[in-house]
């Protein structure tokens, strides 16, 4: 059976390797990125809605958020919506990216509102960026980060050398250039040329193209089409 290397933090990287299994591949898993609360305080304040783009932030919000939990809450995919709903929250605009949910935001609000936004500390600014250049103010509270590993596991250094990882399958930019520093530091650069590379989308195939390596890219950046052009492959 193939083996894929699986870089996303374990509790999703379980969900992953049981869609994998459909594919025939058993999982190495290999988490690049360690989420944790930045134990930031949300500042009371007249919002008129909240934003999330991720569970985490959610989850990481603490009780801080329940003075406003009647508000509207805005997510960014299914699986913060989802989250969203386990923390007693109602979401109403949920939508699968930054760029998509934007413009559905903008149209409920012609008018200037305060948004409080649940992020974390490393994100794309285009989201708040959007709406403050419509003119609505954003108090963005970064209650969640995403620290850098100090290594890959044991078992995916092992299989890495031995040469018996098939497929990589990288979510982000940041762990796709964490992942080369971490196989570099651990004399695995030259195995990685072995591996076929699949990426959420080509900024995050940058980096790995950058490392002179062949990338092939979901054609949406969410799970589903990341794992049909895992198939694709086949």
Avoid: N
């Avoid at 509207?72 to 969203?84: D, I, N, Q, R, S």
């Avoid at 939508?95 to 903008?106: D, M, Q, R, T």
């Avoid at 250049?133 to 050398?161: F, K, W």
Wanted: glycine share 8%; net charge neutral.
């Amino acid at each position: 059976m193939r083996r894929a290397l699986v870089l996303r933090g374990a509790e999703d990287a379980l969900r992953t390797a049981e869609k994998l299994k459909s594919l025939r591949f058993t999982s190495v898993v290999s988490p690049v990125l360690e989420f944790g609360a930045t134990g930031a305080r949300v500042p009371p304040g007249a919002y008129d809605a909240v934003l999330a783009s991720s569970a985490k932030g959610i989850d990481c919000a603490g009780t801080d958020t329940e003075p406003y939990k009647a508000l509207p809450l805005h997510a960014v995919g299914a699986k913060t919506a989802k989250g969203a709903v386990e923390r007693g929250w109602r979401p109403d605009i949920v939508a699968g990216k930054a760029e998509a949910i934007l413009p559905l935001l903008l149209a409920r609000y012609p008018a200037p509102v305060h948004f409080l936004y649940l992020a974390g500390r490393d994100r794309q600014a285009a989201l708040e960026a959007g709406l403050r250049g419509a003119g609505h103010a954003v108090t963005a509270v970064d209650v969640y980060e995403a620290r850098a590993a100090e290594a890959l596991s044991d078992e995916a250094r092992a299989a890495l050398a031995a040469g018996e990882i098939d497929v990589a399958l990288h979510y982000s930019r940041r762990s796709a250039e964490i992942f080369l520093r971490l196989a570099a530091s651990a004399g695995l650069a030259p195995q990685l040329g072995r591996v076929v590379h699949v990426a959420l989308s080509k900024d995050v195939a940058a980096p790995l193209e950058a490392a002179g390596l062949s990338v092939s890219c979901a054609q949406a950046p969410d799970e589903a089409h990341l794992l049909k052009a895992v198939a694709a492959l086949l």
